[in-house]
Each structure stands twice: as C-alpha cells, then as structure tokens.
C-alpha cells in the first residue's frame, strides 16, 4: 500500500503559478511511476503529467506542456508540480497517483490521493 498526500493548491490569479507537492508514505517510493491528473467542475478526469520511477522520463498533456512541470525527489518520497501561466480553464481538483509504469491513463495507476482543489481567477 502507498499512502498520497496532496497540498499546495489554492487561489490564484490568472497567469500566477503554484506548486503542488504529493508526500508518499508506505511502500518504497522509488519503486513507483507517480502522475498528477485533475478534475474539473461537471467534467471526467484527465492526465496532466507522469514521471518515471528514476525521474528521467516526463510526459505531459498537451493543455500544459510548456506551462507545467513534473518531477520527484525520491529522498523525500515526494513528487512536484510546477504550474506556471495558470489560466482560469487549469481550475480542478489536481490527483497525485502512483502506479507501475508511467502512463497517461488512470487505469494505469493503482493509488490515489485524495486531491487538492485548484482556482484560477480570471
């Protein structure tokens, strides 16, 4: 079992940037690909970035790429999300998840966290 915890959202201006932490408790932290997914008001979930288990291979959404940054201290048992030039539609509850392999799909992932709620005004 792996254990997700989630902070650092909140409240903030269109083109702010926040950072997200996901502290991991559990299992060996290094032994998992870790991702962030979000979810906004009325729609599904979706992926927005995922990291390998050594760190050296990221992938992102498409709606972020460029803006967003994933990555992981396993020393720490954390993993980050740098949110540069936030913009109203990024507004969402962001999931930290970690699973076996890096993937895009939630299907792929085996533990969650309970999310931290994310709002950009515009």
């Known amino acids: 079992q792996v254990q997700l915890v989630e902070s650092g959202g909140g409240l903030v201006q269109a083109g702010g940037s926040l950072r997200l932490s996901c502290a991991a408790s559990g299992r060996t932290f290094s032994a998992y690909a870790m991702g962030w997914f979000r979810q906004a008001p009325g729609k599904e979930r979706e992926f927005v970035a995922t990291?390998?288990?050594?760190?050296?291979?990221?992938y992102y959404a498409g709606s972020v790429k460029g803006r967003f940054t994933i990555s992981r201290d396993n020393a720490k048992n954390t993993v980050y999300l740098q949110m540069n030039s936030l913009k109203p539609e990024d507004t969402a509850v962001y999931y930290c998840?970690?699973?076996?392999?890096?993937?895009?799909?939630?299907?792929?992932?085996?533990?969650w966290g309970k999310g931290t709620l994310v709002t950009v005004s515009s």
């Open positions: 998840a970690a699973g076996w392999v890096a993937t895009m799909s939630s299907g792929g992932m085996s533990y």
């Open positions: 990291i390998s288990r050594s760190g050296d291979n990221t």
